[in-house]
């Protein structure tokens, strides 16, 4: 089954591009809802939201709507090995999983973390600490992308996280691989220029997808449907509202 959603909802500039101008912001959830039947949840990474902040999330959407929660980067960047951070995910996610709306989470982890014995050491730690959840790894650094990473991978359950993104040397080529029961693409824009350049952070995935561009991926989505229970597809070229269209683009090919 495909799950179509954007990285990511409270944006300030979608007010008027996505969201009714004048619609308060705690409406924004429940009218986001009412279009697509997935969240990529990636506040978490920034800092575990309040019991009382799930909670309101969890009543804002259908029976049958899933979130994707991204791993803090105290589990991901900084990796102390420290088990509280953990702790504190592990308790965050409770209401979901009791609410039958986790999807999966997701671990991004960044470009520095390359391909090495002691950084499979760690994602297979961090399995463990996760135990039987369904999780996903989102790799930066193309030194992964191998044949024995992928095997390494659906020996210990672990989803790979398909990319789009500007095709620049290091950097993640779009290949499509399902290494799990769940399926997953993030399509972060084609902003070469702004990829490693830039003031703002959000300049990196201000970036509009032509039809063609999105084409190339029908037949890869198809496919990942095909051999996973789930397949989560998200757009994180986030600035304006773009990943709204290119969501909306995604799910009308797909059909």
Request: aromatic residues 16%; contains cysteine.
């Amino acid at each position: 089954m495909l799950y179509f959603g954007t990285s990511g909802f409270s944006y300030n500039d979608w007010a008027g591009h996505f969201y009714p101008p004048k619609m308060p912001r705690q409406d924004w959830l429940r009218y986001y809802a009412r279009e697509f039947n997935a969240l990529e949840l990636n506040s978490t990474y920034y800092a575990i939201p309040k019991p009382s902040v799930v909670k309101n999330m969890i009543a804002k959407t259908g029976e049958d709507f899933l979130f994707s929660i991204k791993a803090n980067q105290e589990m991901t960047h900084t990796r102390q090995n420290e088990n509280s951070a953990f702790v504190s995910f592990m308790q965050m996610l409770r209401p979901f999983i009791n609410a039958g709306k986790l999807g999966c989470v997701l671990a991004q982890f960044p470009y520095s973390f390359s391909f090495n014995r002691q950084n499979q050491n760690y994602i297979e730690l961090f399995r463990e600490r996760m135990g039987d959840l369904p999780l996903v790894v989102e790799f930066r650094n193309t030194k992964w992308i191998k044949p024995e990473v992928f095997d390494w991978l659906q020996t210990y359950n672990l989803g790979y996280c398909a990319v789009d993104e500007p095709k620049l040397p290091g950097l993640i080529p779009p290949i499509s691989e399902v290494t799990s029961n769940i399926g997953y693409v993030r399509f972060h824009g084609r902003n070469a220029a702004k990829w490693w350049q830039h003031e703002y952070a959000y300049e990196r995935y201000d970036y509009t997808y032509s039809i063609e561009e999105l084409s190339e991926w029908l037949p890869k989505i198809k496919e990942m449907d095909k051999r996973a229970e789930k397949t989560f597809i998200f757009a994180n070229n986030h600035w304006q509202g773009q990943a709204v269209n290119t969501i909306r683009r995604l799910r009308l090919m797909a059909d």
